[in-house]
């Protein structure tokens, strides 16, 4: 009997983690216009002091997509930003596409991506469906202006982080220390 009843525990400890794997990835990128010229989308004008940044997070759980990014110095004003689904120095369909205006800016916003985008979005940001801070994902935000249709400032993503939730963590942990505190008194 006290077999069985470790050997259910051993089970619930083993597969209810597998319930509670959410977790937040974070992004960043550079907005620059090399990035745009690698991939054929624009012409550099001359002088050009254009650039900016972009940060973002994903919540594979809920398909919660957050996003900021800033830029100055387009050489007309933005009539477009995307984020695309395409490898560095390709160019890709869009995915989300955010409000922009002028030459300078800040913007933020989110969206809740369904279930077959979602995972048509981790598929597109990584290969195998899993993330490592450093990784550049198969994921861009391009801002396009009249002068440069195809884009002018281009940003690849890349990961920054994972957040993996306190309940998650909290269980992970406790099944951890249940197994060793286990095994200590089998021996």
């Known amino acids: 009997m006290a077999n069985a009843f470790r050997a259910f525990v051993m089970t619930i400890v083993i597969l209810v983690p597998a319930a509670v794997q959410a977790a937040m990835w974070e992004f960043s990128g550079g907005l620059n216009i090399e990035q745009s010229v690698a991939a054929g989308a624009t012409t ?10 972009v940060t973002a997070s994903l919540d594979d759980l ?14 007309d004003d933005a009539t477009a930003a995307h984020f695309h689904a395409a490898a560095a120095g390709s160019v890709g369909p ?23 985008t979602l995972s048509g979005a981790i598929a597109a940001l990584t290969d195998d ?7 550049i994902t198969g994921w861009y935000l391009n801002i396009h202006t009249d002068l440069n249709p195809g884009g ?12 993996i939730p306190v309940p998650a963590a ?12 286990g095994y200590r008194r089998l021996v």
Do not use: H, K, N
């Open 170 to 181: 909290l269980w992970l942990m406790v099944s951890a220390l249940g197994v060793i505190v």
């Open 129 to 135: 469906g899993s993330f490592v801070p450093g990784d």
């Open 44 to 53: 550099v004008p001359s002088p050009y002091f254009g650039g900016g940044f």
């Open 94 to 116: 869009f995915i989300v596409t955010t409000p922009v205006s002028g030459t300078v800016g800040s913007f933020s916003g989110s969206v809740t991506l369904t279930d077959i």
């Open 152 to 163: 002018e400032l281009r940003a690849q993503l890349f990961v920054t982080g994972v957040v």
């Open 62 to 75: 809920s398909g919660l997509f957050s996003w900021t990014f800033g830029f100055g110095g387009l050489s």
